[in-house]
């Protein structure tokens, strides 16, 4: 059973870098099927596209976030890692990562983390 | 302003069928046969109903099914169920900038 579960700061100040990291378990971030990606919801509001990456390292970001997101994955622990900079209030959302196939369809999420953008 | 459109709510009795739209271009939903649908309820994680416009994944209730016309997907949700009440998100694969995967704003399914 596969299980992703999101860790890091749930609270960060605006200009700052945002850190998170999903732990895989029950199956290998190694899968050549798989790509593994973040997801976020700000608050009441609808689901948006960070960025993806695959086990190579190879990585897929939002065209409107690019500029401030570095995704990167560790296969030796299994997980995967979200950076986002210069963030500001706008960026206050529950962060969801997830695994997904080529074309985009999300198969597993992990429970989802709040982070609240405040000084 | 997400780059999808659903409708913000939609509504039907148990037993009922409703139907929810997904509208999007050439570069998204009418170029390809990679829309998503999921279903969130308060304070849960996303779970994937539909892949590839209309395969339903193991143990997702038959009742739920997909379709696409044009520019336009829609979920089909058959003999409405209490449980069924929650938000329904759309989402595609594109090929615009970048190729990536955009998502709808979302709706809002009651069950009366």
């Known amino acids: 059973q596969l299980q992703l579960q999101e860790s890091g700061p749930g609270l960060v100040k605006p200009s700052e870098t945002l850190s998170l990291t999903c732990t895989v378990s029950?199956?290998?971030?190694?899968?050549?099927?798989?790509?593994w990606g973040w997801i976020r919801q700000p608050p009441g509001k609808g689901l948006e596209w960070i960025g993806s990456i695959y086990y190579s390292g190879s990585t897929y970001y939002n065209p409107s976030l690019k500029s401030r997101v570095t995704i990167s994955v560790d296969t030796s622990k299994n997980q995967f890692s979200l950076k986002l900079s210069s963030v500001t209030a706008a960026d206050t959302a529950v962060y969801y990562c997830?695994?997904?196939?080529?074309?985009?369809?999300?198969w597993g999420w992990g429970q989802g983390t709040l982070v609240t953008v405040s000084s | 302003q997400s780059a999808l459109t659903q409708p913000a709510s939609v509504s039907g009795s148990p037993g009922q069928s409703i139907t929810i739209s997904c509208t999007g271009t050439?570069?998204?939903?009418?170029?390809?046969?990679?829309v998503s649908w999921y279903q969130q309820h308060p304070g849960k994680a996303p779970k994937l109903m539909i892949y590839?416009?209309?395969n339903r994944p193991s143990g997702v209730s038959n009742r739920f099914s997909g379709s696409k016309s044009g520019n336009t997907a829609s979920l089909t949700i058959s003999g409405l169920q209490a449980e069924d009440e929650a938000d329904y998100y759309c989402s595609s694969y594109t090929s615009s900038s970048t190729p990536h995967v955009v998502f709808g704003g979302g709706t809002k399914l009651t069950v009366l």
């Open positions: 997830a695994r997904h196939r080529l074309h985009y369809d999300f």
């Open positions: 050439s570069s998204d939903v009418g170029g390809y046969n990679y």
């Open positions: 590839d416009v209309s």
């Open positions: 029950g199956g290998s971030i190694s899968s050549s099927s798989y790509y």
